[in-house]
């Protein structure tokens, strides 16, 4: 059964760092590229951030570059976001994606809430 469940979401002011984790399992973690969305309130989901399936590419949202960074372990098939300098824009529902063409399997979410 393919499982893929976020953690790390939290409350936190701004300015604040929080790393999120996506840990999988029931799929080839080392085969799929591994992206990060989220989705705002009333807002449609967007891409975030998306790292190849070696590990050796990565893409950001100009809304985050500079900002966050997108890192995977494929030992402990493990997908990892790190969100620095947190603005109250960021506040989202996180989701964690796995996609190899068409093969793409979702996580359920979690909650980052940016705010003073």
């Known amino acids: 059964q393919v499982q893929l469940r976020e953690s790390g979401g939290d409350s936190i002011g701004p300015g604040g760092s929080l790393r999120l984790d996506c840990r999988t399992n029931?799929?080839?973690?080392?085969?799929?590229?591994m992206s990060w969305y989220r989705q705002a309130p009333g807002k449609e989901r967007e891409l975030v951030a998306t790292?190849?399936?070696?590990?050796?590419?990565?893409t950001y949202a100009d809304a985050v570059k500079r900002r966050f960074v997108i890192r995977r372990d494929n030992a402990k098939n493990t997908a990892i976001l790190f969100m620095n300098s947190l603005k109250v824009d960021d506040t989202a529902v996180y989701f964690c994606?796995?996609?190899?063409?068409?093969?793409?399997?979702w996580g359920q979410g979690t909650q980052v809430t940016v705010g003073s």
């Open positions: 994606n796995a996609q190899r063409g068409r093969s793409v399997f």
């Open positions: 790292i190849s399936s070696s590990g050796e590419r990565t």
């Open positions: 029931g799929f080839s973690f080392s085969d799929y590229d």
